[in-house]
Protein backbone atom coordinates (compact mmCIF):
# COMPACT_ATOMS: atom_id res chain seq x y z
CA UNK A 1 0.00 0.00 0.00
CA UNK A 2 1.57 3.47 -0.74
CA UNK A 3 0.55 6.31 1.00
CA UNK A 4 -0.68 10.09 -0.32
CA UNK A 5 1.93 12.77 0.35
CA UNK A 6 -0.11 15.22 -2.19
CA UNK A 7 -1.82 16.07 -5.31
CA UNK A 8 -0.35 17.82 -8.13
CA UNK A 9 -3.00 19.96 -10.06
CA UNK A 10 -2.30 20.46 -13.99
CA UNK A 11 -4.25 23.49 -15.47
CA UNK A 12 -3.78 25.40 -18.61
CA UNK A 13 -6.20 27.21 -20.99
CA UNK A 14 -6.70 26.99 -24.88
CA UNK A 15 -8.02 29.55 -26.61
CA UNK A 16 -10.29 29.48 -29.52
CA UNK A 17 -9.50 33.01 -31.23
CA UNK A 18 -5.80 33.07 -31.18
CA UNK A 19 -3.92 36.48 -33.26
CA UNK A 20 -1.97 35.80 -36.54
CA UNK A 21 1.33 36.91 -36.94
CA UNK A 22 1.38 39.28 -39.51
CA UNK A 23 3.95 42.38 -40.63
CA UNK A 24 7.17 40.62 -41.38
CA UNK A 25 6.25 37.53 -40.45
CA UNK A 26 7.17 34.59 -37.96
CA UNK A 27 10.68 34.26 -38.69
CA UNK A 28 12.59 37.49 -38.67
CA UNK A 29 16.11 38.02 -38.83
CA UNK A 30 17.35 41.20 -37.00
CA UNK A 31 20.76 42.69 -38.18
CA UNK A 32 22.33 44.50 -35.05
CA UNK A 33 25.04 47.08 -36.82
CA UNK A 34 28.55 46.11 -36.95
CA UNK A 35 30.54 47.76 -34.52
CA UNK A 36 34.08 47.69 -33.16
CA UNK A 37 35.16 46.45 -29.92
CA UNK A 38 36.17 49.56 -28.11
CA UNK A 39 32.15 50.05 -28.56
CA UNK A 40 32.14 46.79 -25.71
CA UNK A 41 35.17 48.51 -23.85
CA UNK A 42 34.12 46.28 -20.66
CA UNK A 43 32.51 43.50 -19.10
CA UNK A 44 28.60 44.15 -19.08
CA UNK A 45 29.09 46.57 -21.59
CA UNK A 46 26.23 46.79 -24.75
CA UNK A 47 26.18 48.09 -28.00
CA UNK A 48 24.34 48.35 -31.07
CA UNK A 49 20.73 48.44 -29.85
CA UNK A 50 18.50 47.86 -32.70
CA UNK A 51 14.51 47.60 -32.69
CA UNK A 52 12.34 45.08 -34.08
CA UNK A 53 8.32 44.00 -33.77
CA UNK A 54 5.89 41.65 -33.89
CA UNK A 55 3.13 42.52 -35.35
CA UNK A 56 -0.69 40.74 -34.45
CA UNK A 57 -3.77 40.61 -36.26
CA UNK A 58 -6.99 38.57 -35.19
CA UNK A 59 -6.23 38.88 -31.42
CA UNK A 60 -9.74 40.17 -30.65
CA UNK A 61 -10.93 43.41 -28.67
CA UNK A 62 -8.82 44.16 -25.90
CA UNK A 63 -7.12 41.13 -25.49
CA UNK A 64 -3.65 41.07 -23.42
CA UNK A 65 -0.65 39.43 -25.41
CA UNK A 66 2.96 38.79 -24.74
CA UNK A 67 5.54 36.77 -26.64
CA UNK A 68 7.04 33.71 -24.46
CA UNK A 69 10.80 33.29 -25.58
CA UNK A 70 11.48 29.21 -25.22
CA UNK A 71 13.99 28.45 -22.82
CA UNK A 72 16.84 26.40 -24.56
CA UNK A 73 20.45 25.41 -24.92
CA UNK A 74 20.98 28.56 -26.70
CA UNK A 75 20.20 31.13 -23.32
CA UNK A 76 22.75 30.75 -20.64
CA UNK A 77 21.69 31.16 -16.66
CA UNK A 78 21.32 34.83 -17.03
CA UNK A 79 19.00 34.76 -19.76
CA UNK A 80 20.81 35.55 -22.74
CA UNK A 81 21.32 34.49 -26.25
CA UNK A 82 24.63 32.63 -27.00
CA UNK A 83 26.01 33.06 -29.80
CA UNK A 84 27.17 30.01 -32.57
CA UNK A 85 30.78 30.86 -33.79
CA UNK A 86 32.92 29.98 -36.44
CA UNK A 87 34.22 26.75 -35.68
CA UNK A 88 38.04 27.63 -34.84
CA UNK A 89 37.50 31.56 -35.17
CA UNK A 90 38.58 31.91 -30.91
CA UNK A 91 35.63 34.57 -30.74
CA UNK A 92 34.67 34.63 -27.31
CA UNK A 93 33.28 37.58 -25.02
CA UNK A 94 29.94 38.41 -26.51
CA UNK A 95 26.42 37.55 -25.82
CA UNK A 96 23.21 38.98 -26.94
CA UNK A 97 20.47 40.51 -25.27
CA UNK A 98 17.13 40.92 -25.67
CA UNK A 99 14.88 43.41 -24.25
CA UNK A 100 11.37 45.33 -24.48
CA UNK A 101 10.78 48.21 -26.33
CA UNK A 102 11.25 50.51 -22.79
CA UNK A 103 14.13 48.70 -22.70
CA UNK A 104 14.13 46.31 -19.78
CA UNK A 105 15.76 43.27 -20.20
CA UNK A 106 13.74 39.84 -20.85
CA UNK A 107 15.46 36.84 -19.22
CA UNK A 108 15.11 34.15 -22.21
CA UNK A 109 16.27 31.35 -19.40
CA UNK A 110 12.90 31.90 -17.52
CA UNK A 111 9.38 30.76 -17.38
CA UNK A 112 7.01 33.07 -19.14
CA UNK A 113 5.74 34.35 -15.86
CA UNK A 114 9.00 35.02 -15.02
CA UNK A 115 10.21 36.81 -18.27
CA UNK A 116 9.33 40.08 -17.91
CA UNK A 117 7.71 39.96 -21.84
CA UNK A 118 5.98 42.60 -21.59
CA UNK A 119 2.20 42.35 -22.39
CA UNK A 120 0.16 44.35 -25.03
CA UNK A 121 -3.44 44.99 -25.22
CA UNK A 122 -4.88 44.71 -29.12
CA UNK A 123 -6.95 47.31 -29.94
CA UNK A 124 -11.02 47.54 -31.29
CA UNK A 125 -9.29 46.17 -34.74
CA UNK A 126 -7.58 42.85 -33.19
CA UNK A 127 -4.28 44.39 -33.82
CA UNK A 128 -1.39 44.86 -31.65
CA UNK A 129 2.56 45.35 -31.98
CA UNK A 130 5.24 43.81 -29.12
CA UNK A 131 8.23 46.14 -29.44
CA UNK A 132 11.81 44.96 -28.57
CA UNK A 133 15.39 45.60 -28.88
CA UNK A 134 18.69 43.35 -29.49
CA UNK A 135 21.77 44.37 -28.58
CA UNK A 136 25.42 43.07 -28.14
CA UNK A 137 26.47 42.43 -24.54
CA UNK A 138 30.04 41.91 -23.45
CA UNK A 139 29.95 38.77 -21.28
CA UNK A 140 34.41 38.56 -20.75
CA UNK A 141 37.29 38.36 -22.62
CA UNK A 142 36.53 39.82 -26.27
CA UNK A 143 37.66 38.72 -29.46
CA UNK A 144 36.03 39.73 -32.51
CA UNK A 145 33.60 37.84 -34.68
CA UNK A 146 30.71 37.44 -36.55
CA UNK A 147 27.77 36.81 -34.43
CA UNK A 148 24.65 34.41 -34.90
CA UNK A 149 22.13 33.55 -32.58
CA UNK A 150 18.17 32.45 -32.50
CA UNK A 151 15.45 31.82 -30.07
CA UNK A 152 11.82 30.54 -30.29
CA UNK A 153 8.80 32.25 -29.37
CA UNK A 154 5.19 31.36 -29.42
CA UNK A 155 2.37 33.93 -28.79
CA UNK A 156 1.26 34.04 -25.24
CA UNK A 157 -2.04 35.05 -23.83
CA UNK A 158 -3.07 36.76 -20.31
Do not use: W
Not at 50 to 73: N, Q, R, W
Not at 103 to 116: M, P, T, V
Amino acid sequence: MQASDGTITVSGSVNAGTCVIGGAGADQTVALPSIGTTALAAVADTAGATPFSIALTGCGILKSVHAHFEPSDKTNDQGRLKPKFKLLSGASGIELEILNGDGSLIKLNEASDAQNSKSVISGVDGSATMKYIARYYRSGTLKASNVNASLQYSVAYD
